[in-house]
Each structure stands twice: as C-alpha cells, then as structure tokens.
C-alpha cells in the first residue's frame, strides 16, 4: 500500500491474501489520518480535539445505523458491517490520539502499556477479526506484539518527540539509571542512558516475544506478515542496542539489505 508515512513494518503487504487487502488499507487510512490529526501541522490543541470529536461523532452515525458524511467513514462502515468489526476498537483509537494532544509525561510502565492498549493493539484485534481468529490467547499474543511495537517506536523516536514535548520513557525509570530529560535535551549519551535504553530494549523484547507464537496460528500468507512485522520489531531493537541508545544521531530504520535479513529470519521462526 502506497503511504506518505515512513513505516517500519508491511502494511497490506502483498503477503495478504487480495481480498483482504482493501479492508485492512481502509482501517489505516483511519487510522493515520486520526493520528495526524493529533500530531501533525499547526493547530492548536483545541482544533485536534475538535476534529477528532468529528471523527467520534462519524463512528457515533455508523453505530447509529446512520450514513456518515465523508467518504472514509462510508467505507469504514462498509468494512465494518462487512465483516462485524467491533467499533469499541475504533473508538480507543481515537480516545488515545485525543490522549496525545492533552498528556506528555507518563508516569511509569503500566501506565504507558494502558495507552499502548488504545494506541496500538486495536489494530492487530481488527485484523485478527477481519481473519476471524478472535480466540482469547491469539487476541492477547496480538497485543503484546502490538504493544512490543508501540514501545519500539516510542524508543525509536525519543528525539522525535521530545521536539513535541512529548516523553514516553516512563518517569519512573529516570532516577533508577540516573538520567534526567536533560539528557535528552543535550542529547548525551551516557553509560547511564545507555543501560536506561537497555532497560526499554529488554522490555519491548520480551513482550514481542511472548507474542511471537502467534504467527504459528495464522494461517499462509497472513503468517508470514505477521512474521516480518515480528521481525522488523526485533531488528530496530537490535540498531538501537548497536548504537548504544543514541537515537539522536542514528534513528534506527530499515533498510534495503535489512528485509534480507527479516525474510531468512522468518523463515527460521
């Protein structure tokens, strides 16, 4: 799928079975356009909040059994009565883009792994749904690899979003490994910020992993996504450990030569 975005990961890859390729594009452009709303351009806090009430007022209609007003929203009722989606998963989207514009600081792990929840994991529910493979245990192997990736990017992109005023590592942790933002504004990478990004590599790992056998319930080309995505997750972890946690001056991305790697390692899982 052609996107404006960089992404990490496969989005409607050519892996997914055709049919499904549609739907899952139609819940990014949601879902993209969503998170815009909340990070990108100019306007004040009170207009991102305001459009996104829009939003919320268009899922209001297609719960409703009402026509929406935009053009997305009629193709997101399409696929959403297509294919019975929850619109509760819909709904934490937009309550964690909304989360976006008012919070900065967060206070600890559980309390970031609450937004992941509503950030992240409505995605992965939503293609599991779409696959119909809505078991208890796939559900919750889904959100620790969506979760696993939320984290990802937030270490990913320190840098990123402290020019928004925006911290993800949680507070907590700050004193523990004797780093404060200041660091961040300095961008020093010290022995202690190191074993502080450490800390969240190891954290991020092992909820991917935990949610690693999910791949094995999938069934084709599905798998196979999902088993890049896995893949792609570990990868920019490893970059960031190699860099020693300076993502100020090496952004961890993936490259040409990496899907080499994702693709033998795939195939190894």
Same mark, same amino acid.
């Given at each position: 799928m052609p996107v404006d975005h960089y992404e990490n990961f496969p989005v409607a890859s050519l892996l997914v079975p055709a049919r499904m390729r549609q !739907?899952?594009?139609?819940? #990014?452009?949601f879902a993209r356009s969503a998170d815009d709303i909340a990070d990108e351009g100019d306007a004040t806090p009170a207009q991102r $909040?305001?459009?996104? &009430?829009? #939003?919320?007022?268009?899922?209001?209609?297609?719960?409703a059994g009402d026509t929406p007003q935009t053009p997305l929203f009629v193709e997101l009722a399409r696929v959403i009565a297509a294919h019975a989606l929850p619109i509760q998963l819909f709904r934490d989207l *937009?309550? /964690?883009?909304? @989360?976006?514009?008012?919070?900065?600081?967060? &206070?600890? #792990?559980?309390? $970031? %792994?609450? #937004?992941?929840?509503? =950030?992240?994991?409505?995605?992965?529910?939503l293609v599991l749904h779409l696959f119909g493979r809505t078991e208890c245990e796939h559900l919750e192997q +889904?959100?620790? %690899?969506? =979760?696993? $990736?939320? *984290?990802i990017n937030?270490? @990913?992109?320190? /840098?990123?979003?402290?020019q928004k005023d925006r911290v993800y590592l949680p507070q907590t942790d700050f004193p523990h490994f004797r780093v404060s933002e200041e660091d961040i504004a300095q961008q020093r990478c010290s022995a202690n910020w190191a074993a502080l990004m450490d800390f @969240? %590599?190891?954290?991020?790992? /092992?909820?991917? $992993?935990?949610?690693? !056998? *999910?791949?094995?319930?999938?069934?084709?080309?599905?798998?196979?996504? %999902?088993?890049?995505t896995v893949q792609g997750g570990l990868r920019i972890?490893?970059?960031i450990r190699q860099v020693r946690g300076d993502v100020f001056r090496h952004r961890p991305t993936l490259k040409k030569a990496d899907w080499l790697v994702l693709l033998a390692? +795939?195939?190894r899982m």
């Open positions: !739907p899952i594009e139609v819940i #990014y452009r $909040l305001a459009d996104l &009430a829009a #939003y919320q007022a268009e899922l209001d209609r297609i719960a *937009l309550d /964690a883009f909304a @989360q976006d514009v008012v919070k900065k600081r967060y &206070a600890d #792990y559980p309390e $970031l %792994i609450d #937004y992941c929840r509503r =950030s992240a994991n409505p995605v992965g529910r +889904s959100d620790c %690899i969506c =979760s696993a $990736l939320q *984290l937030f270490w @990913q992109d320190v /840098a990123v979003d402290w @969240q %590599i190891d954290r991020a790992q /092992a909820l991917m $992993l935990r949610g690693a !056998p *999910l791949v094995h319930a999938l069934p084709g080309r599905l798998g196979w996504e %999902i088993r890049l972890l490893e970059r390692r +795939s195939f």
